[in-house]
């Protein structure tokens, strides 16, 4: 995986101004950057005329060390800033995540009700990784692992995730997926569930859990793509799906 700088293009959060009522917001996912959005995100600007915006999560989009400190909070922080300032500004607001932004997009449903869909691409509510229970006690003496980015079957891309994973960044990430997982009951808002077929960084069980427990789900199987799907094979599916939950919401 190649190390950012702030400078890059691929590190910067995206805004695009549109002319409807309607909004949405993209997640990515953790130690990614805004880059796995990045073309859905003018896809569907143009398609749709909606606004469009990709938020870079704390400690992201530099070097792996600056997720040290992060904190759960921090994240869902910056997220929810994103959502409540769409859902000020626009009639109709749909939440978009990836992994760990499907996560804190599930966060952002919870919370925020009035937020019209979501769309959710391979999201977690587990961490799979058999350290992730003890990360917070060992992460003070094993500062991090090896990469959990790249996993796209797409010849020739690159999501630019970090090419170290803070263990300190896995048990935040753990603390805030019990935290949705208790209250994913309450959920409401239709949300798109789109699970890749075969994914090595989140296991089934995350999306099986968010398709028996939420309220109003509707689940789509990308069978040509693996975990990072927004730079798949199957990116016009999630484009499509993204479109739908914006036209239901006009309807």
């Known amino acids: ?137 060992l992460s003070p003496f094993i500062t991090d692992v090896k990469s959990i980015g790249g996993d796209i079957a797409r010849p020739g891309m690159d999501e630019y995730a970090y090419p170290r994973t803070p263990l300190s960044g896995v048990a935040q990430l753990y603390r805030g997926c019990e935290r949705v997982r208790a209250r994913l009951w309450s959920l409401q808002t239709p949300v798109t569930l789109m699970s890749s077929s075969t994914d090595n960084v989140v296991a089934s069980r995350s999306s099986d859990f968010i398709a028996r427990t939420a309220q109003n789900v509707n689940r789509v199987i990308m069978r040509e793509s693996l975990h990072v799907a927004t730079l798949d094979y199957d990116a016009p599916m999630i484009i499509q799906q993204i479109e739908r939950a914006l036209a239901r919401d006009e309807a």
């Open 1 to 137: 995986m190649t190390e950012l700088t702030t400078t890059d293009s691929v590190s910067s959060p995206i805004s695009l101004r549109g002319e409807s009522s309607a909004a949405v917001v993209m997640l990515h996912g953790f130690t990614g950057s805004p880059y796995v959005w990045r073309d859905i995100a003018h896809r569907v600007h143009a398609s749709t005329g909606a606004t469009v915006s990709v938020p870079l999560l704390p400690g992201h989009g530099t070097v792996w060390t600056d997720m040290l400190d992060c904190t759960w909070e921090d994240w869902v922080d910056c997220a929810l800033d994103e959502v409540d300032a769409a859902l000020a500004e626009h009639d109709r607001v749909v939440v978009a995540g990836l992994s760990m932004g499907g996560t804190l997009a599930l966060e952002a449903l919870v919370s925020r009700p009035e937020v019209a869909a979501g769309v959710l691409v391979n999201p977690a509510v587990y961490v799979d990784s058999p350290l992730a229970r003890f990360a917070g006690v």
